[in-house]
């Protein structure tokens, strides 16, 4: 018998125990505050977390810590979506199918609601990705706020189980720790990102989008994989790309371009697999253009207005990512600016894409609620230790390649797009920057760790001393830094 599987198995037993005293808890909770509809509820939301679950359990081969890391993410995620549908729908004295919404969320249901009984007239919306999969949630299982939001929670924890398998498969072999301590890892911090998380349960298509994205760069990670018998079928990681293609294509077309982006920077790190390369442009190229087609070319319209710096593309986009406060003052013109001239702004522009949403507005304090998932000092963490590999690590021999420049470029062209001011758009790519931060921190913790060729030198070597003397020293700047810039803002009047 194999007794160091006996821990894991204890440790297993006792989190299905937690989980299914907790299931009952959802029942008992939903049932007392919305009566019958309650069951729906409860089983939708109970179902959210299911999926991911088993998924994960399927991958990970029985390991327990990161299915500790989905247990408490689902249920904080259950929580959040349950106050959410509570204040949409009995805090208004409305029913599940008739909910108080508010700005895209109120876009997204109507245009949903339009299709299934014709009831409201259609509203103006670009892609219909999004409203479409709320539609066919009701086609299925009934027309409720419910089932969408369920659909949200469940997508955003798959995002949490694929960017923990993206860093297992892109990270295996190149640190000392083990396969399962990187995924363990990289699913802790990604479910640390409040801001990040809090869209499971809300009426937007982020999640959706999060999923995509996880989807497309765990495919493309195969090119960072370095145990060949580990990559599974080839066949298997093209199928997930073509979904996640498919996805954008109706929800967001923009991110295909931030797919192709990975693909072909991450085929500098492999060669020789140009085949599966050019297989994944192929897929990405056809899904881009399906999805100009399908939204009337307006995102393609917006990108080439946007280059040219037209009157007509800035006062488009002056419209829809609008800045406020002494930011909108400085950068009024920014829209109508020449290409040279947005990238020489790219530091402020990226500067403010990094630190948005502040959890205040108007220097009031939100909401306990709110303000829990604004304050996002795991993000402002990760972004820091991911710089730090940028400015420090990237120039070294022994770094992860071209594949860790994908996530700085894809927020560099979400902060050159809009001008740093919308804080979603940017959301999709931090679990990219994860992968970065574990990879950092496992070689943070090796410099601290002599291995057996440093026991017999009589410590570490030079080199580890000197990374872990100018990690700390970034760390003690970067906080310091932040805590001044967030300060700033506050006083600053809006």
Known sequence: MNTLFLPSQKCLRSQLLVELIAMCI????????????????????????????????????????????????????????????????LAEGQSFADPVLRCDDKVYYLWALHYYDGSVPEPDTKFVGFPLMILLSWKLLGHSIVWPIAINVMLTLLTVVLTGQTAGRALAG?????????????????????????????????????????????????????????????????????????????????????????VIITFFDNKDMWRYACTLLGIALIGMGLGIYWSNGFSMEVQMRILAATDTGGDIMKTIYQARGIYGEMMSDYFFLPVWQKLLLLPVTCTLQLFIPFPWVDNEVLDVWSVATRFQLVWYAVAGVSLYYLFV??????????????????????????????????????????????????????????????????????????????????????????????????????
């Open 174 to 262: 190149r640190v000392r720790a083990d396969r399962g301590t990187i995924t363990f890892l990289a699913m802790l911090v990604t479910s640390l990102l409040g801001f990040f998380m809090s869209h499971a349960a809300m009426l937007l298509k982020e999640p959706l989008t999060y999923f995509a994205v996880a989807l497309a760069a765990y495919a493309i990670a195969r090119m960072k994989e370095i145990d060949e018998d580990s990559r599974g079928s080839v066949w298997h990681d093209i199928a997930l790309f073509t979904i996640a293609v498919a996805l954008m294509s109706i929800v967001r077309t923009s991110v295909i371009y931030f797919l192709v982006a990975g």
């Open 26 to 89: 959802l029942f008992a909770v939903a049932m007392s505050v919305f009566g019958t509809s309650g069951v729906g509820l409860a089983c939708g939301l109970g179902v959210a977390y299911v999926v991911p679950r088993w998924l994960y359990a399927r991958l990970s081969g029985g390991e327990t810590r990161g299915g500790i890391v989905l247990m408490v993410a689902g249920m904080l995620l259950v929580v959040w979506a349950f106050r959410n549908i509570y204040g949409w729908t």
């Open 393 to 494: 690590l990237a120039w070294k021999k022994k770094n992860l390649g071209w594949w860790a420049m994908w996530p700085f470029v894809c927020a560099a062209a979400v902060a050159f797009t809009t001008s740093g001011t919308v804080s979603r758009y940017i959301l999709p790519y931090e679990p990219l920057f994860v992968t970065i931060a574990v990879w950092v921190l496992l070689k943070y913790h090796e410099s601290t760790t002599p291995n057996e060729d440093d026991k017999q030198q009589k410590g570490a070597t030079p080199h580890k001393k000197n990374f872990h003397r100018s990690f700390i020293l970034w760390c003690a700047a970067y906080a310091a830094t932040v805590t001044i810039i967030l300060t700033i803002c506050y006083l600053t009047p809006p």
